[in-house]
């Protein structure tokens, strides 16, 4: 209940501080916007030329990409960890948020939060819905479970992945220069993974899960039964990265000596 | 002209101090060369040839793009940008050089490094991974070259305008990432200009972005050939005069606002 708590009263000083600054934030809508519109564009160029990605139609990889960026948004909005080391690490920050009666994590969480991502999450909806009208699926009441579930175990992988990157620098003073090469290959996963070869295959299932975030909860909700036992470990994946993860950060907590005098 | 030699070798050797950062950049371009070469051999499929080119050209032009874009990539707009915020620019401003020159001396400095520690050891790594198709017809190279340069200059030169912009407007930050996937989108840089619809072609021509990634790229892969890639290199040669203008335009009234400023 304290978490809870706790979590609505950072929440509402964001928006405070974020309403202060109103054309900031537009600014920050429109080129989210258009990030997300670049990645459209090159999917709509591209199928101009090819009928068939690999046996994918050009609807079913839209979906894929809609799909992705919803719990993208949440992984985007909630963990933004990408430079923990020289935020908390480098500058000592670490130790303000050890002496506060709060799991470290949680307090980091709450600090670097950036709810204005929570709308590519809703381009994800309508880009989802577009694909869904053009294909014409059906879907179950239970569908709807299943796609909460589905997007908690991508953001969960998306955040344990990136919790354990920031969790190295408990140990090692490496730059956190490997950051924006996890996004890179983040977005392997919005790909149908069967483009790729074995190895790649294996690493984006197994090693760095990222097709848990697009393309496998994706294949159930177009039907695609051969890739089924797949979509229904998603949210175990999620919850073993991030269980993995919190250990980790835990241990590395531990280890932890502060930066300065 | 010895000054700007010396800010370009000035800034070599600055980024040679921190080079370690660069061997995890490598990777990072390294796998996003991969991520498009996989790509794209599942957009093929089983046709032959696309607008013209054919799989091993497409795969070459992706890795060519991404290593020239080591190139002339720089972060001279973000530069200049703070440099107004934080008042550096007055400083700046009182020495015996051109601001704007020595700036672009800096990316240059950039740029060599980057060539020489980034996208030649990154190439090799991507040539023994996945096959690519590297010509060796030696004029091929000199006009690649060249183009690459012309890319560098005109890449530089949106860079000054795009930074320059930011004395005018108080939000600088959205302006320069909109910039960015301007410029990812229509340089060529993810897709070849010639894959885009008919109407998109037409309004692309009027716009100076193609120069940097497509024009160079497709002299590579030799999807240009005889006509094409002098045509090509005019409209690179064209756009760096015809960007002149605005540089000077705005430099002008950015001296004077600069003035407002500093009390």
């Not at chain 1, 303000?96 to 670097?112: A, K």
């Not at chain 1, 294996?202 to 979509?231: C, D, H, M, N, Q």
């Not at chain 2, 599942?42 to 091993?56: K, L, N, R």
Request: aromatic share 18%; with cysteine; net charge positive.
């Amino acid at each position: 209940m304290f978490y809870i708590s706790i979590f609505f009263q950072y929440m509402s000083q964001y928006v405070k501080t974020k309403l202060q600054y109103r054309t900031d934030l537009l600014v920050e809508f429109l080129s989210d916007l258009m990030f997300q519109g670049v990645n459209l564009i090159f999917i709509l160029v591209v199928f101009g030329h090819t009928q068939l990605l690999n046996g994918w139609t050009r609807d079913e990889i839209i979906f894929i990409y809609g799909f992705f960026l919803v719990p993208f948004s949440l992984f985007a909005a909630f963990f933004n960890i990408w430079d923990f080391n020289e935020r908390y690490i480098v500058r000592g920050e670490m130790d303000r948020v050890l002496t506060r009666p709060v799991h470290s994590l949680f307090q980091i969480v709450l600090e670097r939060m950036e709810l204005e991502s929570l709308l590519g999450g809703i381009t994800g909806l309508i880009v989802m819905g577009y694909a869904v009208s053009r294909l014409h699926l059906s879907f179950h009441w239970y569908d709807v479970i299943l796609f909460v579930l589905f997007v908690l175990g991508g953001t969960f992988v998306y955040a344990g992945i990136f919790i354990s990157l920031a969790s190295i620098s408990f140990w090692s003073d490496a730059r956190s220069s490997i950051m924006p090469m996890m996004y890179n290959i983040g977005n392997y996963g919005r790909y149908p993974v069967d483009i790729y070869n074995r190895v790649i295959r294996y690493v984006l299932t197994w090693v760095l899960p990222f097709a848990f975030v697009g393309v496998y909860p994706s294949a159930y909700f177009l039907r695609k039964t051969e890739w089924y036992t797949y979509s229904f470990l998603t949210p175990v994946m999620g919850i073993v990265c991030f269980t993995l993860s919190v250990l980790l950060w835990n241990a590395g907590v531990k280890r932890y000596r502060g930066a300065g005098n | 002209m010895g000054k700007y030699i010396e800010m370009i070798r000035m800034r070599f050797l600055m980024m040679l101090a921190y080079r370690t950062n660069y061997y995890s950049g490598i990777f990072i371009y390294s796998i996003n060369i991969g991520a498009y070469y996989f790509l794209w051999s599942a957009i093929y499929g089983g046709q032959p040839s696309i607008q013209g080119m054919t799989v091993e050209q497409m795969t070459t032009y992706v890795a060519i793009a991404w290593m020239a874009r080591a190139f002339y990539f720089n972060n001279i707009d973000r530069e200049i940008a703070m440099e107004i915020r934080e008042g550096k620019v007055a400083i700046e401003l009182i020495r015996p050089y051109n601001y704007l020159i020595m700036k672009t001396m800096q990316g240059l400095g950039e740029g060599i490094f980057r060539l020489l520690f980034f996208s030649l050891p990154g190439m090799i790594i991507v040539t023994f991974v996945f096959s690519l198709q590297f010509t060796t017809n030696v004029h091929t190279w000199g006009y690649f070259a060249l183009s690459t340069m012309l890319s560098f200059i005109i890449n530089s030169q949106l860079n000054l305008i795009a930074g320059m912009v930011t004395f005018f407007t108080l939000n600088g930050e959205g302006l320069l990432r909109a910039k960015r996937f301007v410029i990812d989108l229509f340089s060529g840089l993810i897709l070849p200009i010639s894959f885009y619809p008919e109407w998109a072609q037409h309004i692309m021509h009027y716009l100076p972005f193609q120069a940097i990634s497509y024009i160079p790229s497709m002299i590579f892969t030799e999807s240009f050939t005889g006509d094409a890639v002098i045509k090509g290199m005019m409209f690179q040669a064209v756009w760096c005069v015809v960007l002149i203008v605005p540089i000077y335009v705005l430099w002008k009234a950015a001296k004077r606002k600069l003035i407002i400023q500093g009390g």
